[in-house]
């Protein structure tokens, strides 16, 4: 397919797509910005990071039931004025998230906020293959393509009105305040015994104490942030509404009775063709009888080396057992991998700071911006190796590069600063194409359909909920739990889907051997 024919000859089109990607831009901010402000929203609630983390699983479970909805909205109402009203319902609450200083508050804010990015998230998909129909599987990677842009941007937005998190100067209090104990001890023993000079050392030391530096919510910035992707999102919405007036009913994608005369001119020969065919076919039917077994082995053969896809393609379709088998097994990986991925998007900034690195929050953001910065524009090699490769060699050579980055995250990233940057670094190239590799390769095994990919999106959710949710518990006291769990995840997404290409490889193996008898 040639994608710029296919854009010059369908303007209406192109246009509405490259507004669902701006709308995809902004989704993608909207998923990075908590993680990147999470401590800042700390000091705004005044509670631990273990409380504020759990806005993480409050809006993956928004995000959870915004899918489930959307498919009942879009029965009643049409998909633009529904993208349009989730993305109002984005702003409203995106842009009131760092006003309110109750927790609870929060919770509540962030759940519809996530409610409304998954349906769009949902709608959006949709709506991208109603305006392309069979031809919309490069538009639905640059749709996200510009998700990943824009949670590659978010870091950089948001990083000039972080508060510079004095940890330095916090610890430096903690050791005083102790030491402070020690000399109101040692002082009172010693004034017994008519020794006071100590007491003015405990009284200096008392003022130096009480007077370091502590952070309030009045000295937070980064509502600044919030306003400033609001009005992002704003301008996309007003956009989009202009280009609905103008333009608000999309016809149906071209078929044969909407095309030009010398296309049905050239399918009509190409009927003429195949029916000559079929008729030389059964002239020789009798000579392809007796070489029936010499015919399969060649086509086994050809099959395997026409397209990089063919060679992993079922002769017949799955039996029920089985195929609910690999539905479960895709489902297991798809709520694994997700979790992961979005999970290490989010929580790496707090780590960052939080750990032995004691990183500022300028380069925790910066080193998130690193790790979607490779998740996103490695997705243009994946477009160019889909043509060559397997959708199997691809994933295969995905997973291998989330392997080693636990290899330096794990052991070395708690400790060394270029360990996590590489980590986070190879974990961005290995995320980039797991999710629409995999759903190739289930594909070669069973139909993806509206009802799998529902599922599948409940499973990602519910990985995007379990992460932060068990993260949050030991990041203020044991941070390197992040790797560990990250490491975990990554382990059993590797195991799940050696399991699915051994269970491919011998329905593989005993199809061929069944056809060859």
């Known amino acids: ?15 509405k797509t490259f507004v669902l990607c701006l709308l995809f831009v902004g989704l993608g901010i909207y998923g990075a910005t908590p993680g990147v402000t999470l401590l800042d929203l700390k000091t705004l609630t005044n509670t631990t990071l273990s409380e504020v983390a759990k806005i993480l699983p409050a809006r993956s479970g928004g995000y959870a039931t915004g899918a489930l909805i959307s498919g009942f909205i879009t029965s009643f109402i049409d998909h633009q004025i529904c993208l349009m009203l989730s993305l109002i319902i984005s702003i409203a609450t995106f842009s009131a998230l760092p006003y309110f200083q109750s ?4 919770y509540v804010i962030i759940f519809f906020a996530g409610l409304s990015a998954g349906v769009i998230d949902t709608v959006g998909n949709v709506y991208t293959i109603f305006l392309w129909r069979k031809k919309a599987a490069p538009f639905i990677q640059i749709v996200h393509f510009a998700f990943g842009l824009g949670a590659f941007i978010s870091p950089m937005i948001a990083n000039p009105f972080l ?5 330095e100067i916090q610890e430096f209090g903690r050791d005083l305040s102790n030491e402070y104990k020690t000399l109101k001890n040692l002082t009172e023993v010693l004034t017994e015994v008519g020794i006071s000079s100590l007491k003015d050392m405990k009284h200096d030391h008392g003022n130096h104490t009480d007077n370091r530096p502590q952070l309030t919510a009045a000295d937070l910035k980064v509502h600044w942030a919030y306003i400033i992707i609001s009005i992002f999102n704003l301008a996309v919405l007003i956009f989009f509404m202009i280009v609905y007036y103008f333009r608000p009913v999309t016809t149906e994608y071209p078929n044969d009775s909407t095309e030009s005369t010398p296309e049905k001119e050239k399918k009509k020969l190409a009927k003429e063709a195949s029916i000559q065919n079929s008729y030389n076919q059964s002239i020789k039917s009798n000579q392809l009888e007796k070489s029936s ?8 053969e050809k099959s395997s080396q026409s397209t990089p896809f063919d060679e992993f393609n079922l ?4 039996k029920p057992g089985m195929k609910l088998l690999i539905i479960v097994l895709s489902v297991l990986f798809f709520h694994l991998y997700c979790g992961l991925e979005i999970s290490f998007g989010s929580l790496l900034s707090p780590f960052a700071v939080k750990s032995n690195l004691r990183m500022s929050k300028s380069e925790g953001s910066f080193i998130t911006a690193v790790y979607w910065g490779m998740f996103t524009f490695f997705r243009i090699f994946s477009l160019f190796a889909i043509t060559y490769f397997s959708p199997r060699a691809v994933l295969i050579f995905n997973m291998a590069l989330i392997v080693l980055s636990n290899g330096f995250l794990l052991p070395l990233a708690n400790t060394y600063r270029w360990a996590l940057w590489v980590g986070s670094a190879l974990m961005g190239l290995g995320c980039s194409s797991v ?3 995999m759903f190739a390769v289930v594909e070669q095994l069973t139909p993806v359909t509206p009802a799998f990919t529902s599922i599948t999106m409940i499973a990602c959710c519910l990985g995007e909920f379990i992460i932060p949710l068990l993260v949050g518990f030991w990041i203020d006291t044991e941070p390197k739990v992040f790797l560990y769990i990250i490491f975990v995840y990554s382990l059993l997404s590797l195991i799940v889907l050696i399991a699915i290409f051994c269970i491919q490889n011998h329905i593989l193996k005993k199809q061929r051997a069944k056809y060859l008898k």
Request: no cysteine.
């Open 435 to 437: 999710f629409a590799t």
């Open 1 to 15: 397919m040639d994608l710029r024919k296919e854009m010059r000859e369908h303007k209406v089109r192109t246009l």
């Open 103 to 106: 927790i609870n508050v929060m």
């Open 315 to 318: 002769i017949k379709p799955l």
């Open 163 to 167: 508060l510079e998190a004095t940890d």
């Open 293 to 300: 077994q010499l015919e399969k082995s060649t086509h086994l």
